[in-house]
């Protein structure tokens, strides 16, 4: 059973709820052995201070361990966390940060999680950055790659790669046709038998753990949403096909999926078009109401501000139920009331 204060409910779905407050002790409201998958992007050891907060590097690690010592009780022991952090370097030198590795050791050697893979996520369309060392001095490359760790309670962490396959080239396409062609099953120098099945369409390729994934969601309906409302947008958010993929990648349809630096609620709202269940956190609740834009797509103008206004000012309010009815069947809820009218009193989410 799920239970939070009203006043830390912001909006909800028929599959889930945005939640306001610092996570630490959001988190310790949540049943132990709860929560299937953790996704979240936290602020990163960034050398300046961010509109969105975020800590000096020389605190960072002993500041995440805590939100990570209480995401470990909530998760379950099938369940992932999954850790987006981006790389920095050190005040006024062109040697790099180790924060984000020291976060690796931290939580694997102090909180006892696993390192289930650690993966890289690559953004094409980021800038170059930093100015001084890659603009002006030009001694470095650009930093376009985010360290991802997937991090688990235990050894074996409910995962499913076929759920994830990439399509194939178009040599290996032209393979698939003909792979006698191409190849003689026998063993090579390396140690690998490759054996007839080689040739098998499997229905697409096996990822890689370098996610090559543009963030140019420039045209989104919660950028567009942002300018039409002149309200300013979060500007620490990732693109929806990271948490797609890991959403798909390792839960099913019911799962819980849990957000403890929601931001714009891009996980939320991913893992709502996917059928699973979502708690999001953000301890800004200006961030936390306008993040319920990415949820009006379609409506008229003048409800979208008239809804916004409602959860702005403290009325907890429920979106249309998705189609599949998922708490229904499954968790159970109260029935949700009419769209544009106010959410339930009761501080009960789901049990």
């Avoid at 994830?164 to 003689?184: D, Q, W």
């Avoid at 000012?313 to 009218?341: E, H, Y």
Wanted: hydrophobic residues 35%; aromatic residues 12%; glycine residues 6%.
């Amino acid at each position: 059973m799920f239970k939070f204060p009203i006043e830390a409910q912001v909006y909800a779905t028929d599959s889930g709820t945005q939640l306001t407050g610092d996570s630490r002790d959001l988190l310790a409201l949540l049943p132990a052995d709860s929560i299937d998958l953790i996704m979240t992007s936290p602020p990163f050891a960034l050398l300046r201070q961010k509109t969105y907060g975020n800590e000096l590097q020389a605190d960072y690690v002993k500041w995440l361990r805590g939100f990570g010592e209480a995401a470990h009780r909530v998760l379950k022991s099938s369940g992932s966390f999954i850790l987006d952090l981006g790389g920095a370097y050190e005040r006024g030198k062109p040697i790099r940060s180790l924060y984000n590795f020291r976060v690796l050791i931290d939580f694997c050697d102090t909180l006892g999680y696993c390192l289930a893979e650690e993966f890289f996520w690559f953004n094409p369309a980021k800038l170059p950055s930093p100015i001084e060392w890659v603009n002006k001095r030009k001694i470095r490359a650009k930093d376009a790659v985010n360290t991802v760790w997937w991090f688990s309670k235990t050894e074996s962490p409910k995962a499913d790669v076929t759920k994830v396959l990439a399509p194939y080239s178009e040599r290996m396409k032209t393979l698939l046709k003909n792979p006698s062609a191409f190849y003689t099953p026998k063993e090579r120098p390396s140690g690998h038998d490759i054996a007839e099945a080689f040739g098998k369409d499997n229905g697409g390729a096996i990822p890689s753990n370098l996610l090559q994934i543009p963030n140019t969601e420039s045209n989104s309906h919660y950028l567009r949403y942002c300018k039409m409302l002149e309200r300013e947008s979060h500007p620490a958010r990732f693109p929806s096909d990271l948490p797609k993929f890991f959403i798909q990648f390792l839960t099913d349809p019911g799962d819980v999926v849990l957000d403890i630096f929601s931001g714009s609620n891009t996980t939320g709202y991913v893992a709502e078009q996917l059928q699973r269940h979502w708690l999001s956190m953000e301890l800004d609740r200006s961030y936390a109401a306008l993040s319920a834009i990415r949820f009006m797509d379609g409506w008229p103008e003048t409800q979208i501000r008239s809804s916004l206004a409602k959860i702005e000012s403290g009325t907890l309010m429920r979106f249309p139920p998705s189609p599949v009815g998922l708490f229904d069947d499954q968790l159970g809820t109260a029935r949700p009331k009419p769209t544009g009218t106010d959410g339930p009193e009761q501080a009960l989410l789901f049990t």
